[in-house]
C-alpha cells in the first residue's frame, strides 16, 4: 500500500453554491445547540489552543475541539443522531423542536403519545453508540449493524445501551443497506448518518446537529481573540461530518470563509477520488477498507455532504494509517504547556496531517498552495477519544503504523 499523502485542490464544477448550504445556516444550526443545551450531560467541549505545538511547526495557532469530553460518549457522533431523532419525533407530534427539550422528550406523555418506535442504523462505533444511547434516554428500541471487523469494545458500548447490536460481514455502505433493508420489513425508522437520492431529510439533520460542535468552536474562538481561523481541517468518511463544518463556516465566514481542508483514510478515499475526477460527480470506493480510523471507513459519499464539499472545500487528502497514528501520539505527548489530549485513530488524523504538511519536504507544495506559515489560526476537531482503548494502546505505546 502507498505510504505516500496525496491531495486534489478543489478544481470541481459548482452547482446551486448558496442552495446547498441552505440547511445549515445559523439560524438552522443554533436550534440544534439550543437542544443539545437542554440536556443534563450538556457541557461544551474545550477547544485547547496547542500553542507549543503551533510554534514548533511555524504557525501562528493550532486551536483543537476535543470531542472525548462529549457526553460521556467519547465522540462526536451524538450531536447527530440525537438531534435527528428529536426532529423525527417532533414532526410526528406536530410540534416545533424547539418546544421539545429533553425533559419533555424523555417524558412519559410524550413516550405515551409516540407508542413504539424502533430505530435503525449501520455504524462502525460512534454513531451507533449516538443512536443507542438516545434510543434509550427516550426509552425506545435500537437495532444496529456493524461492518466487518468492528471492534469488540465499540460493540459491548452499544450492547450496553440496550442496542440490538451485531457485527455483520459487510462493509459499511452495505451494513447501511442491510439496515435500510430491515427498518422497511419491521417497521421501523433508519436514522442513518449519510443521505442517498430519496434519503435526504434525517441525514440533513444529522448534519445540522454535529453543526453545536462547529458553533461552539466559532465561539470559544471569539473568546480567545480570534475573530476567523485562517485554516479547519477536518476528516470525513462519508463527509456528513465535514459537509456540516464546511457548510456553516461557509455561511458564518461567508466572502471570507477560511481554507478547508477534507481528510480521508487512503483505504477509503472517495472524496479524494471525487476531487480528481473534476466533473463533479461522486465516486465510490468498494472492498473492506481496513484502515485503523475505522470511522473513516466509508466508501459512499454523503449525497448532500458531496454538494456542500465540492462548493466551498479547498482542498481533499488522503492519508495512509501511520498519520493518524502520528496524531495520536502527537496529541498524547504534548509539548511544554501544551493540554494532553487522548485522541483516537479517527480523531487524530487531521493533528497528523498538519505536522506531516509543516515537517516533510515531499508536501511542500501543499504546505505552500495552503499558504500555511507563522500567521495561520488552524482550527482542527478531534472527532474522538480512545474509543477502541486496545487499538489505542497498541498504538501509542507499542509504536505500530510508523511510517
Ligand atoms: C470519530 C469520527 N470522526 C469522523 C467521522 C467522519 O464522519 P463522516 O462519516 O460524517 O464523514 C466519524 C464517522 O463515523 C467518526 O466516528
Not at 450538556?42 to 477547544?47: F, G, I, V
Not at 437495532?143 to 457485527?167: D, W
Not at 448532500?304 to 501520539?329: H, Q, T
Not at 487522548?342 to 493533528?351: D, F, H, K, P
Request: aromatic share 8%; hydrophobic share 35%.
Amino acid at each position: 500500500m502507498d505510504k505516500n499523502i496525496k491531495w486534489m485542490d478543489n478544481q470541481l464544477p459548482k452547482s446551486e453554491k448558496e442552495k446547498s448550504i441552505e440547511f445549515l445556516q445559523y439560524d438552522e444550526v443554533a436550534k440544534a445547540k439550543n437542544f443539545h443545551e437542554s440536556f443534563p450531560q450538556y457541557t461544551k467541549t474545550p477547544l485547547v489552543k496547542l500553542e507549543a505545538l503551533a510554534s514548533h511547526l511555524g504557525l501562528g495557532g493550532i486551536y483543537l475541539k476535543d470531542e472525548s469530553y462529549r457526553f460521556g460518549l467519547n465522540a462526536f457522533k451524538v450531536l447527530g443522531g440525537s438531534f435527528a431523532m428529536a426532529k423525527y419525533l417532533a414532526q410526528k407530534l406536530n410540534k416545533d423542536i424547539s418546544q421539545l427539550g429533553y425533559e419533555k422528550l424523555i417524558s412519559e406523555e410524550v413516550r405515551k403519545d409516540l407508542g413504539e418506535i424502533t430505530f435503525y442504523t449501520a455504524t462502525d462505533g460512534n454513531h451507533g453508540r449516538g443512536v443507542a444511547w438516545t434510543a434509550n434516554q427516550l426509552k425506545q428500541k435500537s437495532v444496529v449493524y456493524m461492518p466487518k471487523g468492528s471492534s469488540q469494545t465499540r460493540l459491548k458500548n452499544i450492547q450496553a445501551e440496550g442496542a440490538q447490536a451485531s457485527i455483520t460481514d459487510m462493509n459499511y455502505d452495505d451494513a447501511v443497506r442491510l439496515a435500510t433493508k430491515h427498518a422497511q420489513e419491521n417497521n421501523g425508522v433508519v436514522v442513518q448518518d449519510t443521505a442517498w437520492d430519496g434519503y435526504e431529510e434525517i441525514p440533513a439533520w444529522i448534519m445540522q446537529g454535529y453543526g453545536t460542535m462547529a458553533l461552539e468552536a466559532i465561539e470559544q474562538l471569539k473568546e480567545m481573540g480570534i475573530e476567523r481561523p485562517t485554516h479547519v481541517f477536518v476528516q470525513a468518511g462519508v463527509g456528513s461530518l465535514a459537509g456540516a463544518v464546511q457548510g456553516i463556516v461557509a455561511s458564518i465566514y461567508k466572502d471570507d470563509c477560511p481554507k478547508t481542508v477534507i481528510i480521508e483514510s487512503n483505504l477509503a478515499d472517495c472524496l479524494y477520488k471525487s476531487a480528481l475526477a473534476k466533473d463533479g460527480e461522486p465516486r465510490f470506493v468498494g472492498g473492506d477498507m481496513q484502515t485503523i480510523m475505522a470511522g473513516l471507513a466509508c466508501g459512499e459519499p454523503n449525497t448532500i455532504g458531496w454538494e456542500v464539499l465540492k462548493n466551498y472545500s479547498y482542498a481533499f487528502v488522503s492519508c495512509p494509517d501511520w498519520v493518524a497514528a502520528n496524531g495520536m501520539r502527537i496529541l498524547g505527548n504534548p509539548l511544554n504547556n501544551d493540554t494532553k489530549v487522548i485522541s483516537g485513530e479517527s480523531g487524530a488524523v487531521s493533528a497528523g496531517l498538519i505536522q506531516a504538511i509543516m515537517t516533510r519536504k515531499d508536501l511542500k507544495d501543499l504546505k505552500d498552495k495552503l499558504q500555511l506559515d507563522e500567521t495561520s489560526k488552524v482550527l482542527m476537531f478531534s472527532t474522538e477519544g480512545d474509543t477502541d482503548p486496545d487499538m489505542y494502546r497498541k498504538i501509542v505505546w507499542k509504536g505500530s503504523h510508523v511510517e
